[in-house]
């Protein structure tokens, strides 16, 4: 009469961690980074880390090496562009694709293919499947491999 009982709720197993892509999501907004990041763990795909202090984004980038940044341009004291120069400037970041959310554009602009400092970006607010599909353009071959 004794059943195993199998927990879902119960964190990867490291191997299985590495193996998905990772993605740190840089915005002050919680509420945001803490949705997107349930969600995108949901679909079973991912790894995500957020970060809500800007100033401390690039040594939470040192730490996790992503293979991707979803970063908010737009935030106090800090803002996108500063973050993802700290990136870029990291000897062992620098090949890290950077895609900018941001509300200061629309979605039609999102879509027409511009670039914001050289980077993508996506239009907030920004669905699951928006942000699902702009990862995945932006993804690096071999981290989509691993």
Do not use: C
Request: cysteine-free; overall charge negative.
């Amino acid at each position: 009469m004794n059943k195993i009982i199998e927990a879902d709720f119960l964190p990867p197993a490291v191997e299985e961690a590495k193996e998905k892509p990772r993605i740190l999501i840089i915005d002050n907004n919680r509420d945001f980074t803490y949705s997107a990041k349930v969600a995108l763990e949901r679909t079973g795909r991912y790894s995500v880390w957020e970060e809500n202090e800007p100033a401390r984004a690039h040594q939470t980038a040192q730490r996790v090496k992503p293979d991707l940044v979803l970063l908010d341009i737009a935030m106090p004291e800090t803002d996108g562009g500063e973050v993802a120069a700290r990136i870029e400037s990291d000897p062992t970041l620098h090949r890290t694709p950077i895609v900018f959310l941001t509300a200061l554009v629309t979605k039609a602009e999102a879509r027409s293919g511009l670039q914001i400092q050289g980077h993508r970006f996506l239009a907030k607010p920004v669905s699951i499947p928006e942000l699902v599909a702009g990862i995945e353009r932006n993804l690096p071959a071999h981290a989509a491999s691993s």
